[in-house]
């Protein structure tokens, strides 16, 4: 078989299939990185800088050293971006290339039984349903028939209640026995899994395959090569992960999964079919509807009564606490008491007991009703039993005694409007990933264009559990982009606009009049990032009044309507559009070309300092005798700042304006930290009058006008 750099090399088997492929140094740095790493058995950490094409940095070795080992590798994003871009453009290609040394592989891309819609769910559809969801229901059910591979990301939009009554069910699926197996969307899936050597999943399911297969059978087959690409988002992908979230919805629909108030719910079929049971004695069908509606009726609806009388509570104490309504509250000491749902928190899973023992009773006829509903049934009672345990666990101060769980209340907002949620996760995810992922790994490869801080890695390797025990196994490269921003980028830096902050409506004032300046001045083909929604809505609120003068189409992220993907395309479209978006646009953004010239940052990137779990890290961090804001807010920053910049220049064409509105920049310690690590490109600051006129004569120049 060839080797990867061979591959990529200048006269290469890459350089003579692909029109207009220009060698770059960096690229074939990275394979030859890659390979090294593999058959060694080390963990290469690569930060690969726009432009290098790490997706052929190391797909070409990571494929070679599967069918190597007779094993797949597994390439975990956490994008569907990019993983689209693997699975429809660069590993066909890949695939093209190898076939040339009659080398041939299978790929696939891996989601987990809650992506894929069941047919038998939607043919028969569970007496549980609730009425309200028929329509949505009937709409998936028309789409289910003609459908390829039957994932949310291919469904007709319905709410998130009507995918959970539609989709495969771990719990209630009956695998092999289910009269649609063989056409099963997800079991068409494991399928083709079990033939592929390379598998494209995201992040979120790598961490769940790890969780299950502590206990059964993983949704991954076992895998010795690991690929996290995107790596800069695995501390946040495995918080999320390991921590959990209980709402009042979710409870309600359990419960009326089993039984609703009006009549409806797995346990009113069941009672309703008890005199057909012949394995039941004629005081057994007597007696259970009797324990039905004297017990477990009335258990179930008090339990749904104590979730809604117990999270109003929560949402009173949380009213009182907080001025700004839509921010998470943190939980560190428990100096309030909520009567109504700790008196009653139990409740969900005495319910769950009591409908457990009835189906335990009635287990035998299963047979004469739909064998889903059963073990919806059963699954419903599981999980009520889980979720009371969660709820408990919350309200006990000894969970949080040692502060390795950060608790806190969390705002959410839906077409129903908002609810409150009791939400936990753990202050530090680099013991999970260090014991449960990368000691199990015979060889990983960790990558993405922002990872370092200046040009080390000592902050990223710490956060994600590659800096103490697996230490000696790793291997970190930095590769430079091959772009020209020495002449393709102006970074523009206005001295006389406020520090954010001090005087936060000063600055947001005569920030938004620099930006409406800059969006003249570039004709729209502009981005604004901003750091929180109320900066962004303040600023859009100032700008809309006045967008038929500014003569392009002004974009906002929140938009009802328009989803984030959509928006891209808009924008990406409408050439002199310009979008105002929150930071998180800073990555899974790819517009390359015109429709980007003008890329606005309207302050420095640092985490929101009452966000939840980065507050309970920094507090630990100073315990410990660190620094909150060196060892960890900074660098964090550094690497979003890096991100932003990384949105501008996606191709050797692309040139633009990269303003920075926060003068912190210049006039801080910490500034240089943020100016060093990125390319370098020149620089000019000033008054707003000098920043601009400059710019100006940049896009002159740029554009030969």
């Known amino acids: 078989m060839p080797r990867a750099s061979q591959l990529l090399a200048p006269q290469g088997a890459v350089a003579g299939m692909l029109p207009g492929y220009e060698v770059r140094q960096q690229q074939w740095q990275m394979a030859e990185a890659v390979e090294r790493a593999l058959a060694a058995g080390k963990f290469a950490v690569i930060e690969a800088g726009t432009g290098i094409g790490k997706s052929f940095g190391y797909l070409f070795a ?25 699975i429809g453009k660069d590993i066909p290609f890949v695939q093209r290339v190898l076939a040339r040394y009659a080398v041939k592989f299978e790929a696939t891309e891996v989601k987990g039984m809650g992506a894929y819609a069941c047919r038998l769910a939607l043919a028969d559809p569970s007496v549980t349903l609730f009425v309200d969801l028929r329509s949505d229901l009937d709409k998936l059910r028309e789409w289910a028939a003609q459908a390829k591979e039957g994932t949310r990301s291919e469904a007709p939009a319905v709410p998130a209640e009507a995918w959970q009554e539609a989709q495969v069910d771990g719990d209630a699926c009956t695998r092999e026995k289910c009269r649609f197996y063989q056409e099963c969307f997800f079991f068409q899936a494991r399928r083709r899994v079990a033939k592929s050597q390379l598998l494209v999943a995201n992040h979120s399911l790598v961490f769940a395959d790890l969780a299950v297969k502590e206990v059964a059978r993983g949704v991954l087959p076992e895998y010795p090569v690991l690929v996290l690409d995107e790596a800069q988002n695995v501390e946040e992908a495995a918080t999320k992960f390991f921590g959990a979230t209980v709402g009042p919805r979710g409870l309600l629909m359990t419960l009326h999964r089993l039984h609703d108030g009006r009549g409806r719910g797995a346990l009113p079929v069941l009672e309703q079919l008890l005199p057909e049971m012949k394995e039941l004695s004629r005081a057994e069908k007597r ?28 949402e009173r104490v949380y009213l009182a606490l907080m001025q700004e309504r839509d921010r998470p509250k943190r939980i560190s000491d428990f100096g309030f008491r909520i009567a109504d749902f700790e008196q009653k928190q139990a409740g969900a899973a005495v319910a769950a007991n009591r409908a457990a023992s009835f189906g335990n009773r009635i287990e035998a006829a299963q047979g004469l009703f739909n064998a889903r509903d059963f073990l919806l049934m059963r699954a419903a009672i599981n999980s009520l039993r889980t979720r009371a345990g969660e709820i408990r666990d919350f309200f006990d101060p000894a969970s949080t005694a040692e502060g390795a769980i950060v608790k806190w209340l969390e705002p959410e907002r839906s077409r129903k409007g908002r609810q409150l949620k009791l939400a936990t996760a753990p202050r530090e995810v680099a013991p999970h990933l260090e014991q449960r992922l990368f000691k199990k790994l015979e060889a990983c490869i ?5 990872l370092a801080v200046g040009r080390e890695f000592g902050y990223f390797l710490g956060r994600v559990g590659l800096g103490g025990e697996v ?17 393709n980028v102006l970074l523009g830096v206005p001295e006389d606009l406020p520090e954010p902050g001090a005087a936060e409506g000063d600055f947001l004032r005569q920030a938004a009049r620099f930006i409406w300046r800059a969006l003249r001045l570039s004709r729209g083909r502009s981005l604004v990032l901003f750091s929180s929604w109320e900066a ?52 899974g953004i790819d517009v390359p070309g015109e429709a980007l010239s003008n890329l606005i940052l309207h302050r420095l990137p640092f985490a929101v300092p009452d966000e939840p779990v980065a507050e309970a890290r920094m507090e630990h961090i100073e315990a410990n005798g660190g620094s909150s804001f060196d060892d960890y807010s900074l660098p964090a920053a550094v690497i979003a700042f890096k991100q932003a910049f990384g949105r501008l220049i996606r191709s050797r064409t692309d040139y633009g304006l990269f303003f920075c509105l926060d003068k912190r920049v210049l006039t801080r310690r910490y500034g240089p930290r943020f100016l060093t690590a990125l390319p370098k490109c020149p620089m000019v600051r000033g008054s707003t009058q000098n920043v601009l006129a400059r710019a100006a004569e940049f896009l002159r120049k740029k554009e030969g006008a």
């Open 471 to 487: 230490a000696p196994r790793v291997e970190s490269l930095l590769l430079d982009s091959p772009f020209d921003y020495a002449r």
């Open 62 to 86: 990571v494929v070679l050293e599967a069918l190597k080992r007779g094993r797949p590798a597994v390439v975990s994003s956490s994008t569907h971006v990019l993983q689209d871009q693997l």
């Open 536 to 587: 962004l809505r303040a600023t859009h609120r100032l700008l809309e009044p006045h967008k038929e003068k500014l003569g392009f189409r002004l974009l906002c992220q929140g938009e009802p309507g328009l989803p984030k993907n959509r928006l891209i395309e808009i924008f990406r479209g409408d050439v002199h559009s310009v979008l105002l978006a929150t930071t998180s646009y800073r990555e």
């Open 446 to 450: 960790v990558t993405s264009a922002t």
């Open 287 to 314: 007696r259970l509807p009797d324990l039905l509606r004297s017990q477990v009726y009335p258990e179930i609806d008090e339990a749904a009564q104590a979730v809604e009388t117990g999270f109003a509570a929560i």
